[in-house]
């Protein structure tokens, strides 16, 4: 394990994405990474669920397009607790808002390392 790997260890990282084999993917190779896994949330309202929930929320990678919406809502609640994230999406970045600008866009299919480098980069 590579040391960009092994940062991962312990951190609790929240997945927003609808797709089930992309979400059981990204969950698989960071828990791999030492890694635990919040969600996956396949819905702004399951994300948000999460976000104002949990106890420990370490990073987050998050789809833009869920199943009920786009998931601002989330990347805003997300800034408002301090946690860094991540966008994995097939979408270009022109469709990320000017608020959104420090934050990383990974362009699917997005692997564990670029989502590591992404959050502690």
Known sequence: MDNWASAMIGRYILIVEDDYLIATDMAVSLEAM???ILGPAASVRDALDIVEG?????????????????????????????TPFVFAT????????????????????????????????
């Open 34 to 36: 030492g890694a635990h």
């Open 54 to 82: 949990a106890l420990h929320l370490d990073g987050a990678a998050v789809d833009l397009k869920l199943r009920d919406g786009m998931a601002f809502p989330v990347a805003e609640a997300l800034l408002k607790r301090g």
């Open 90 to 121: 097939a979408y270009d970045e022109a469709a990320i808002p000017a608020r959104f600008g420090k934050i990383v866009a990974c362009p699917k299919p997005v692997n564990s390392l670029q989502i590591t480098h992404a959050l502690l980069g």
